[in-house]
């Protein structure tokens, strides 16, 4: 392992390291510009310039593109490297806009950092600055190529790492532009990382265009909840308003990057359609009166027809604590049923899926970038988990081969990656037992079981794509209480009334039912039915976990409280203009906290905190760290 000295600090680094990482592991951070962790390397932007003393090489080098080795001495400070960054910083700066107090990425632009860092505090040029045309790019990126300093990491991530042909380079020299051929839509499921990604403001979120800087947002880490993947986010609110989302770095799921579904997917927080309030008989009312009388009707209801005509039901998008707390619940009330799954060929499915998974089995998304075999069986991983199509990407870069296996399989999610892919018809014409680690990705289904199951003796590690973010959880609480789902319980027969939880009942199950009561933040056909309905906070607006399809659970935190939005409310949804200690529309509650009062109110035993028992150790679990497997 070469020793070297950075700034007077001795360090040893693994070979092949180059001096930019070798400093930043030593806490030297030196400026920069196209390098990227995840992309490497390109050498471009010239602002990475150290100084080497002693060594097999001397003088100015680019650390970003100088590997360690034996002996080195390298400064950071020496009056050469300073100059050499201070003389690129100004000449990055000579076509610049100078458009800071309008940019969005003003507070997080690296090119605004350094200028400042190198002390430039004068504009010496006088002469007429090179302009380009914008281009229009989509709902949800803006384009301002005026900023751009010719980094590449754009290209780089959106050519190289993702796969996209519709966004690259042209020009020359002076005149380098980088955008489409024509304007329009990026065609890239994965084209929101590029304000990410971009050092200065080229691409900005729209979604929060004009609408704070980075020090006015409430932000904390988080979990996507669009798909049971579990990527680590970084939601930004402001004013009680979900303004954007931005992609929070997990090595061990999802690395850097971020999907444009659990970037830009409608989520609700905002809405106005939005149930904000308990209502008793479809009228407003407090939480007072809303809890007593579903704890009346729960209690007549018994009396009326037992507690095994009651069923209680949790979900896969309902957080651990909500879902533990169902079955707690219902396990006080003795009722008739427990369910965590509304269909019963999914809850079958889904429980199978999980019960084949194991510490040794279950891979990760960042796991599957090492695969040497990779088979995609009858799902489009552009619905059903993107991030695990752009881990299927790197696989191929790597040298792993992809199969697409059945029909229903379609190839336009290779091409939206552009996949080298080889289509089969079933599992069995694949030699699983010729790689080395070979995947297996499916969506859970009764259909192929054994056939998957043959592949997975075989030596290959399976991969599904669950239904929810919190799918594994319901699908091993399913197993661990012999839960049932709703249609196979209301198909017994002996079901008369429901208490459901952020679970998404079809109206078909309802025919039949007496009591009703629906706690959840989406509007539904179910809620308009519920004689008693409750409004649960998002997961933005609660502590909680999650955990994802490989079984590792994540802890999210809260991001902001809940409430009406202040900008692009209806007036006539304006609340009374009167002094009040909550916010308008701050009446939604975490479920759990909504199934342990009215837990209590039956008579149950208060709870204060809502992960304990075998669940215990999740409580101080890191929500910034990459999360724990509980296999």
């Not at 050498?43 to 100084?51: P, Q, S, Y």
């Not at 289509?423 to 010729?434: F, K, Q």
Request: net charge negative.
């Amino acid at each position: 392992m070469p020793k070297l000295i950075i700034d007077t600090i001795e360090i040893d680094a693994p070979a092949g390291t180059l001096i930019l990482e070798a400093a930043r592991s030593a806490g030297i951070m030196i400026p920069h510009f196209c390098y990227h962790p995840a992309l490497g390397n390109a050498g471009a932007c010239r602002v990475c310039a150290v100084k080497i003393l002693e060594g097999p090489i001397k003088g100015i080098q680019m650390s970003c593109m100088t590997p360690v080795q034996e002996g080195m001495v390298v400064s950071t400070t020496d009056d050469d490297a300073v100059a050499m960054r201070r003389h690129v910083i100004e000449w990055l700066m000579i076509n610049h806009p100078h458009d800071c107090p309008v940019c969005d990425e003003g507070g997080e632009c690296l090119l605004q950092d350094y200028t400042i860092a190198a002390g430039h505090g004068i504009r010496r040029y006088q002469g007429k600055k090179r302009t380009h045309t914008n281009q229009y790019l989509g709902e949800h990126i803006q384009h301002e190529m005026n900023r751009c300093i010719q980094c590449y990491r754009c290209v780089r991530f959106y050519q190289d790492f993702a796969g996209g042909t519709d966004l690259g380079v042209m020009g020359r020299a002076a005149m380098v532009y980088y955008g489409r051929f024509c304007e329009g839509k990026l065609e890239s499921p994965f084209s929101g990382n590029l304000p990410d990604l971009c050092p200065t403001g080229v691409y900005t979120d729209k979604s929060a265009r004009f609408r704070a800087r980075y020090w006015d947002y409430d932000m904390a880490p988080s979990v996507c909840p669009h798909c049971s993947l579990g990527c680590a986010t970084i939601p930004a609110a402001r004013y009680r308003e979900l303004l954007k989302i931005m992609a929070r770095r997990n090595d061990a799921v999802n690395g850097w990057f971020l999907c444009d579904k659990g970037r830009f997917a409608e989520h609700g927080v905002n809405s106005p359609e939005r149930p904000r309030t308990p209502l008793l008989d479809g009228r407003e009312t407090s939480w007072e009166e809303a809890l007593a009388a579903l704890a009346a009707r729960i209690g007549e209801f018994r009396e009326v027809h037992g507690s095994g005509a009651l069923a209680v039901v949790g979900s896969a998008r309902l957080a651990l604590e909500g879902n533990l707390h169902a079955a707690l619940f219902a396990e006080f009330l003795a009722a008739g049923a427990l369910c965590y799954f509304v269909d019963q060929e999914e809850a079958a499915a889904t429980t199978a899926a999980v019960s084949l998974l194991t510490r040794d089995t279950a891979v990760s998304t960042a796991e599957v970038e090492h695969a040497d075999c990779i088979a995609i069986i009858q799902c489009d991983l552009r619905e059903e988990g993107p991030m695990m199509l752009l881990a299927v990407r790197q696989a191929q870069r790597r040298g792993a081969e992809i199969f697409l296996v059945g029909a229903d399989c379609p190839q336009e999610q290779a091409e939206s990656v552009s996949l080298a892919t080889t289509r089969v018809p079933s599992l069995a014409d694949i030699s699983i037992a010729g790689y080395t680690n070979p995947v297996v990705i499916c969506a859970p289904s009764s259909s192929g079981t054994e056939e998957f199951a043959e592949a997975v003796r075989s030596g290959a590690k399976p991969v599904f794509l669950l239904s929810g973010p919190n799918a594994f959880a319901a699908a091993l609480l399913t197993r661990e209480h012999r839960a049932v789902s709703l249609a196979e319980a209301i198909g017994s027969g002996k079901i008369r009334g429901i208490v459901a939880f952020e679970a998404d009942i079809p109206e078909e199950l309802l025919s039949g039912i007496s009591l009703l009561a629906i706690a959840d933040r989406f509007p539904s056909e179910a809620m308009k039915k519920s004689a008693v309905f409750l409004p649960t906070t998002a997961w933005v607006e609660m502590d909680g976990t999650f955990i994802n399809n490989e079984g590792r659970a994540q802890r999210f935190r809260k991001v902001m409280n809940p409430g009406l939005p202040i900008k692009g409310l209806d007036p006539a949804l304006h609340p009374p203009r009167v002094h009040r200690k909550d916010a308008p529309g701050g009446e939604p509650r975490p479920a759990w906290r909504i199934i342990a009062e009215l837990a209590e109110r039956l008579g149950a035993e208060r709870v204060a905190e809502p992960l304990s028992g075998r669940w215990e150790f999740l409580r101080n679990l890191d929500p910034e760290g990459e999360g724990q497997r509980i296999l």
